[in-house]
């Protein structure tokens, strides 16, 4: 059973708005991204009569703010190179070969650690999911292939290495959920990625943590 179920007025709620479960702390977020720049704000339900009311509320700040905002294909090529950079800088997990995606399989978004290597001249990946394993799950497993198919860590101890790539996997997923959005890419859905990440985080005590990897709690 859901713990916070959505109230009625929330059932389906329009673009740009989410509804965020956090207990006396519910209420629904409004997420708008524009040219690498995410324009977000929180309707906390307490503050409300009801939740018709906060829904109003949050509509129309989001009508507002997307009527002051150029539309989503104004100054492309400003944003393309804004998207190459978010990406580069915070999809990197710290550790060769170490990568992380939110990717759709089977019709739904689902957190990904991900391992990528060549071999006999062609790129070879595996794969496992954050939601199946939990981070330190798919952090054990996939140090061993590091070490079995990454040069740079033939040398290292699989469990030592097993709990660097849970510590980086914990700071990159901690770094784009206080970012308040997804690293923009080709493949778009960010809004999307980014609702799967963030509901990931409210659902684990151990996350977020800063960059030393203490909990931050912003959670």
């Avoid at 550790?95 to 060549?118: C, D, E, N, P, S």
């Avoid at 684990?204 to 709690?217: A, K, M, Q, R, T």
Wanted: proline share 5%; net charge neutral; with cysteine.
């Amino acid at each position: 059973m859901d713990e916070h179920p959505h109230p009625d007025a929330f059932e389906e709620l329009p673009r740009h708005i989410s509804y965020v479960p956090q207990g006396r702390g519910s209420g629904l977020q409004v997420r708008i991204w524009r040219g690498g720049e995410t324009y977000q704000k929180f309707f906390a339900l307490s503050r409300f009569a009801s939740p018709d009311d906060c829904l109003f509320a949050a509509r129309a700040w989001r009508d507002l703010t997307l009527s002051e905002l150029p539309g989503p294909d104004a100054h492309r090529e400003h944003a393309e190179g804004t998207r190459r950079k978010i990406s580069e800088k915070m999809t990197r997990t710290g550790i060769r070969g170490l990568g992380f995606q939110v990717g759709k399989k089977g019709g739904k978004f689902r957190m990904y650690a991900t391992v990528q290597w060549r071999d006999d001249e062609q790129n070879k990946s595996r794969m496992r999911s954050l939601h199946a394993h939990g981070i330190e799950g798919a952090a054990n497993q996939l140090s061993r292939v590091l070490v079995d198919k990454i040069p740079a860590h033939a040398d290292a101890d699989p469990a030592d290495l097993a709990d660097r790539c849970a510590t980086a996997l914990r700071q990159l997923i901690s770094r784009i959920y206080e970012a308040g959005s997804y690293p923009p890419s080709r493949h778009g859905h960010e809004e999307e990625r980014y609702d799967v990440l963030a509901r990931f985080v409210r659902e684990h005590d151990d996350l977020p943590v800063d960059e030393d990897g203490i909990l931050s709690g912003s959670g």
